[in-house]
């Protein structure tokens, strides 16, 4: 048997984009409401977020941090963490300024001196 046949003709894929992981509060936007969640990861393609009342499947969201705005749709709820499929890819300039976004966060239980 051809190990191709199961899949159409096409070989099985993973993942075509690399995930980073984020962990950042992003401000998330949909027709319904706003509301602050947790960006999981992102990748050029999706992110996954996590949080109350995130938007359901086949609903379009606006991502907004770091002065990056992401534009897509839920494509998976499973009312925990969603996860959006972006309307065009992430630019490399746009990934960076999120992976700076985490760098600027604050560590938890550190003071920064004056």
């Known amino acids: 048997m051809d190990p191709n046949s199961r899949f159409g003709g096409r070989r099985a894929e993973r993942r075509k984009s690399q995930r980073d992981p984020m962990g950042i509060p992003v401000a998330l936007h949909s027709i319904a ?11 050029t393609t999706g992110a996954r977020v996590a949080g109350h009342g995130l938007p359901d499947v086949g609903k379009d969201v606006l991502l907004k941090v770091a002065g990056v ?6 494509v998976r709820n499973n009312e925990k963490e969603a ?6 890819p992430v630019r490399a300039s746009e990934l960076e300024k999120l992976r ?3 760098d600027d966060q604050p560590t938890e239980g550190t003071i920064e001196e004056q």
């Open 33 to 43: 409401q706003s509301r602050v969640v947790t960006m999981v990861d992102v990748s």
């Open 69 to 74: 705005e992401l534009f897509g749709t839920v």
């Open 83 to 88: 996860a959006m499929r972006f309307d065009q």
């Open 100 to 102: 700076s976004a985490i």
